[in-house]
Nanobody, 119 residues
């Protein structure tokens, strides 16, 4: 079992940046692949980025490639999502997730943090 708490969301103008953090409880953080998902109003939740257990392999979806970066610090039990050049279409609730196998298929979810990008 792992508990996840996101922070760092907020309101930002288009072109701005935010860094989301997700702090995990427990001593097994490094055994989980981690992912970030988002859900915009009226849309389904979508996978945004994933990182493997050691942090050496990352993946982001095409719509955020070159703008978003996922990273993790296993010593701090924290995963990050650096978001640059934000666009209004990035507005969503962003969720952190932990997975035993694949970041795309999480076993545990955080409560979410709102990101709003104004035009």
């Amino acid at each position: 079992q792992v508990q996840l708490v996101e922070s760092g969301g907020g309101l930002v103008e288009a072109g701005g940046s935010l860094r989301l953090s997700c702090a995990a409880s427990g001593r097994t953080f490094s055994t989980y692949a981690m992912g970030w998902f988002r859900q915009a109003p009226g849309k389904e939740r979508e996978f945004v980025a994933g990182i493997n257990r050691g942090g050496g392999t990352t993946y982001v979806i095409d719509t955020v490639k070159g703008r978003f970066t996922i990273s993790r610090d296993n010593a701090k039990n924290t995963v990050y999502l650096q978001m640059n050049s934000l666009k209004p279409e990035d507005t969503a609730i962003y969720y952190c997730a932990a997975a035993r196998i694949s970041a795309r298929s999480p076993d545990f979810w955080g409560q979410g943090t709102q990101v709003t990008v104004s035009s």
